[in-house]
């Protein structure tokens, strides 16, 4: 499989970013965590063995421990200096390093949308969650900075003549779905929410992005680097396009949320064909009942 994201590159940024924080530049993991909370509090279980998987901050494995409901949470990340000394698993992005069946829980915030197989990491997931294990996951999806890639294509096909990807793609949420059964997951639910975030112009959005570690890693990303006109010119045009009446710019992300049981004989089956006692054309040809 030809790879689109740049892992190496996303994961030095990653590193770096770690090294230079910007107050408040974490909101949309802070967001995740507090969303992963809410529907931890759904579930009406508890978990043994769990594992927070390429988490990148501590915030998942401690909504886990505040949750009550888990008992033992491994943390895996891509690099040491994720974990800043804490306990955890060091292990190559895109892998699940459990044995099959293992786990109770497994969470993953924010580090899907970098991974070039999304279907082969879920596939692992699901290996290595026990018989009704669950899965609950949030990534970047479609959506996800649309009007600083629209801005960035502007700006470069009107001073160029042409232009280079410079935001790497999403995963629709009507995909996700498609992603969680076909890795074999049961019960699959996905589902999306748009976050604006608004800024005085495009260079605030962007150094936000580069305190995430988030500025664009793909394979095929453009090795020209941006100009000062190209930047001015997009800040322009985003300022043209997506400002509000205050003369700030929005910038929009889209988290999709995933969630999947590992498959149990105890769960839920739908009906099969032909088994219902009443048909759907009598209920629509009475609707007050018989």
Same mark, same amino acid.
């Given at each position: 499989m030809q790879p689109v994201i740049d892992t190496s590159l996303w994961l030095a940024r990653k590193r770096r970013a770690l090294t230079r924080p910007i107050a408040g530049a974490d909101f949309l993991m802070r967001r995740a965590a507090e969303d992963l909370a809410d529907r931890l509090d759904a579930v009406e279980r508890r978990f043994g063995k769990t594992a927070s998987l390429f988490c990148q901050t501590p915030a998942a494995a401690e909504v886990l421990a505040e949750s009550g409901k888990v008992t033992e949470n491994v943390r895996v990340e891509a690099d040491a200096a994720f974990l800043a000394g804490q306990p955890g698993v060091v292990a190559p992005l895109e892998t699940v390093p459990f044995? +099959?069946?293992?786990?109770?829980?497994?969470?993953?915030?924010?580090s899907l949308q970098a991974m070039n197989d999304i279907p082969g990491m879920l596939v692992q997931i699901r290996r290595a969650l026990k018989p009704d294990g669950l899965f609950l996951g949030a990534f970047a999806g479609t959506g996800t900075l649309s009007e600083l890639r629209e801005s960035l294509l502007a700006a470069e096909t009107e001073l160029y003549g042409g232009a280079s990807p410079r935001v790497i793609p999403f995963t629709d949420v009507r995909d996700a779905g498609a992603l969680l059964q076909r890795a074999g997951l049961a019960l699959p639910v996905a589902d999306v929410e748009t976050i604006t975030v608004r800024y005085d112009s495009l260079f605030g959005l962007v150094a $936000?992005?580069?305190?995430?570690?988030? %500025?664009?890693?793909?394979? $095929?990303?453009?090795?020209? +680097?941006? %100009?000062?006109?190209?930047? #001015?010119?997009?800040?322009?045009?985003?300022?043209? *396009?997506?400002?509000? #009446?205050?003369? *700030?710019?929005? #910038?929009?992300?889209?988290?999709?949320?995933?969630?999947?049981?590992? +498959?149990?004989?105890? @769960? @839920?089956?739908p009906l099969k064909p032909g088994s219902a006692k009443i048909s759907l054309k009598t209920i629509l040809e009475n609707p007050g009942g018989p």
């Open positions: 044995e +099959p069946e293992s786990l109770d829980l497994a969470v993953s915030l924010l $936000d992005l580069r305190a995430m570690g988030e %500025t664009s890693a793909l394979v $095929d990303r453009s090795r020209r +680097p941006g %100009t000062r006109e190209l930047f #001015a010119r997009a800040a322009e045009i985003y300022a043209e *396009r997506f400002s509000d #009446a205050d003369g *700030r710019v929005r #910038a929009s992300f889209s988290v999709v949320w995933m969630s999947g049981w590992a +498959p149990d004989a105890s @769960q @839920q089956k």
